[in-house]
């Protein structure tokens, strides 16, 4: 069973700091990988999707990578500030998509 | 107008109640999906459909049901409520095998049984 974990589950970073989010998964046998943001209580906005035969994506001031063989994959954001707040989630694309728990971020000024 | 709209955005209804959650999608794909979020459990899949004709369980099925009513439409119910089926419900779409253009997520419905 494909289990996705991340580290941490929560952040507290003053503005302006550079933040690395980790997500793995325990079966290499993933077609893709999307990171979403999800603001309390609202919908999931996607950020990023990485197709299985790339090794990276960059968005802004976002950059996601994937390591398949080892099962890993971590979303880089640059600069962080007070609105990159939210919940950040990774989930695995087999047949369907499995979600990590999330790490919850906050960026004080 | 959003790509996946879900009606309605909020419900409290009560227990033993038949309650019906919408999902309507302009993406044009073909496989939609059901989930539900609780704190502490992250999104968990209830149903999900490759196409009109195909229904599939997903791992907390139980006291729900799905009908697909056409490519764009896909309504979740919850035959009989409880109260822990109170939660955030989501509604997502992707296109083909593997969803090699991701995932698509309406706005959530927020359903509290009393």
């Known amino acids: 069973k494909q289990e996705v974990t991340q580290i941490p589950a929560a952040l507290s970073v003053p503005e302006g700091e550079n933040l690395v989010l980790n997500c793995s998964f325990t079966?290499?046998?993933?077609?893709?990988l999307q990171w979403f943001r999800q603001d309390p209580g609202k919908g999931l906005t996607s950020l990023l999707l990485?197709?299985?035969?790339?090794r990276e994506q960059t968005s802004g001031r976002l950059n996601a990578s994937l390591d398949k063989s080892s099962g890993r994959s971590t979303l880089y954001i640059a600069a962080s500030q007070p609105g990159d707040s939210a919940t950040y989630l990774c989930?695995?694309?087999?047949?369907?998509?499995?979600f990590g728990t999330g790490t919850r971020l906050q960026v004080f000024p | 107008d959003a790509d996946v709209t879900q009606t309605p955005r909020n419900r409290i209804t009560k227990t033993g109640k038949r309650i019906m959650l919408e999902c309507s999608q302009t993406?044009?794909?073909?496989?939609m999906y059901w989930y539900r979020q609780d704190p502490g459990l992250g999104l968990r899949l209830i149903y999900y459909?490759?196409?009109?004709?195909?229904?599939n369980k997903g791992e907390i099925s139980d006291g729900y049901s799905v009908s697909r009513q056409a490519q764009a439409k896909f309504s979740l119910s919850l035959e009989s409520a409880i109260p822990n089926q109170t939660a955030l419900y989501f509604c997502?779409?992707?296109?083909?095998?593997?969803?090699?253009?991701?995932?698509?997520f309406g706005s959530g419905t927020r359903l509290t049984v009393v």
């Open positions: 997502a779409t992707s296109a083909g095998t593997g969803g090699a253009m991701g995932y698509t």
């Open positions: 990485i197709q299985s035969s790339q």
């Open positions: 989930a695995v694309i087999t047949d369907k998509l499995i």
């Open positions: 459909s490759f196409d009109v004709k195909d229904i």
């Open positions: 993406k044009g794909h073909d496989r």
């Open positions: 079966d290499s046998a993933i077609y893709n």
